[in-house]
């Protein structure tokens, strides 16, 4: 019973983090494209979507955790009062969502490391991906 309580918690837990990681990669890439206008830097955030996101799917390669996915239930899941969702400008936008991105992806690679330490691996590589991404745009 415990052992498929903490199978359930981990695979909520990789399936937000997925989310959440794909969601912030998207809006930075977003504000890369339209506001930044560089083709070269919209390229290499769009490889780095799509790296994470194969990265994700083999890490999770059937729909199962979304079984476990409990969005009414999450006791930390709504509005937080460290973050009033404030943005002044776009660039305000991206900043956050780089920093939502670079906390999701060490999520994920420190979690899969309990599942595919090579998986792992391909999540330190997207983070460090992401690092160079932030400081380019």
Known sequence: MAADNERSALLRLLDVN????MEALRTAEEYIRFFIEDRELTAQARRLRHELGSAINDLLPDE????HRDSEGDVGAGPTLDDPGVRSTPA???RAAFFRLK?????LEEFGKTLSPAIARRFEAARYAVYRLEKET
Do not use: G, K, Q
């Open 18 to 21: 997925a989310n959440r990681s």
């Open 64 to 67: 199962s955790h979304l079984a």
């Open 92 to 94: 305000d936008v991206c």
């Open 103 to 107: 906390e999701s992806v060490r999520t």
